[in-house]
């Protein structure tokens, strides 16, 4: 409990920062309600001044539900045309934790991904579809072959992640 209270006050921290803030869900994460395999994409994004900070939080489990992955990291995204919405997006720091009965030896492995995309809002609607490209260099042998085995984290990813704008903080 004292860890959910403390990211809590780490987010509100962060949103003082910076000019909006956005909580968003990928909708291709829901596909539980009719598949047998879970999967969690979710992301808070921090924007301000044509640069985007994202931490996403996303859990995937192989179809024999023997691995689980979980990974989270920082993810850096500059909007080059301004008022557009076009995003370029790319990982600073991506870390990924195997565990089950299949897990490789090596549970922790380090990843990078980037992505292009647009990012918009209606209301307080928050749209951001995205084409994401994962590269796997860091993993080799057994942890690129555990990676395989969980369908969610392919190498190249179309998403579409909406939520809700928290709203602009006036500087």
């Not at 919405?85 to 195997?98: H, N, P």
């Not at 690129?144 to 990813?157: H, N, P, T, Y």
């Amino acid at each position: 409990m004292r860890k959910i209270v403390a990211l809590f006050f780490v987010f509100l921290s962060l949103s003082s920062l910076y000019a909006s803030v956005s909580l968003s869900v990928d909708l291709a994460s829901l596909d539980f309600l009719w598949k047998e395999d879970l999967r969690i994409d979710a992301e808070c994004s921090f924007d301000y001044d044509n640069i985007r900070i994202t931490i996403p939080i996303r859990y995937g489990l192989s179809e024999d539900k023997y691995l689980n992955l979980l990974e989270s990291g920082i993810l850096v995204g500059v909007f080059p045309f301004e008022n557009l919405g076009l995003m370029v997006e790319a990982s600073l720091f991506k870390l990924g934790y195997f565990w089950g009965l299949a897990s490789p030896t090596d549970r922790l492995v380090l990843l990078s991904e980037g992505s292009i995309g647009w990012n918009g809002n209606i209301g307080m609607l928050h749209i951001c579809p995205r084409l994401t490209f994962r590269s796997l260099l860091s993993i080799s042998g057994e942890g690129a072959e555990a990676m395989k085995r969980i369908s969610q984290f392919d190498g190249v990813r179309l998403s579409l992640a909406m939520g809700v704008n928290l709203g602009e903080i006036n500087n």
